[in-house]
C-alpha cells in the first residue's frame, strides 16, 4: 500500500483546523474570541495571544504545546503554495469554533525590539522569493545591513 502525502491545500486546510482545535482546548467554555498574532522567522518568533470572554474581559492563557510547531509548518506550505510565506499571522478562533488566519506575506512585521537583519536573509535562505516578490522594507533593510538578499 502505498501513502501519498496530502497536497498543500489539503495540509493548509488540515493545519488550520489543528490550530483551531489547539485554541479551543485552551479557551475555556466562556470564550467569545480567541485572537493570536505571530511573528516568525526560521530563528526567531514572538506569540501574543489574548482570550476575550463572554462578560467583556480577559482571561490569560498559556498558548497551547504544539501551536507554534504548527504555526511553524503553515509558513512552509504558505511558501509552497505561492510566492513566498508570511512574516507574521494572525489567527482568530471565533466562539463556537470558527478559525480564521490571515497571512502578512509583503508587510514590515513591526518586531519590538526590532531583529537583526540577518534573520530575514535567512528566513529567504529557507523560503527564497522571484525578485518581485522581495517587498521594498525588507531590500531596503537587508541592503542597509549589507546583507546579500537570497532569491529563488
Do not use: C
Not at 482546548?25 to 476575550?52: I, N, P, S, W
Not at 508587510?107 to 527564497?128: C, G, K, N, T, Y
Not at 531590500?139 to 546583507?147: D, E, F, P, Q, W
Amino acid at each position: 500500500m502505498t501513502t501519498t502525502l496530502p497536497n498543500s491545500e489539503e495540509r493548509h486546510e488540515e493545519l488550520m483546523q489543528e490550530v483551531g482545535g489547539l485554541l479551543l482546548d485552551v479557551a475555556g467554555e466562556d470564550f467569545r474570541r480567541v485572537d493570536v498574532l505571530v511573528k516568525m522567522t526560521v530563528a526567531v518568533h514572538d506569540l501574543a495571544m489574548t482570550v476575550y470572554l463572554t462578560d467583556g474581559s480577559t482571561a490569560e492563557v498559556a498558548p497551547p504545546e504544539g501551536l507554534l510547531t504548527a504555526f511553524a509548518e503553515l509558513r512552509e506550505v504558505v511558501h509552497r503554495l505561492g510566492r513566498g510565506t508570511w512574516f507574521s499571522a494572525r489567527a482568530v478562533l471565533n466562539a463556537p469554533a470558527r478559525i480564521d488566519i490571515t497571512y502578512n506575506l509583503d508587510h514590515d512585521p513591526q518586531w519590538r525590539p526590532e531583529i537583526p537583519a540577518v534573520h530575514f536573509a535567512r528566513d529567504l535562505e529557507a523560503f527564497p522569493r522571484d525578485e518581485v516578490f522581495v517587498p521594498d522594507w525588507l531590500r531596503s533593510k537587508l541592503t542597509g545591513a549589507g546583507v546579500e538578499e537570497q532569491r529563488a
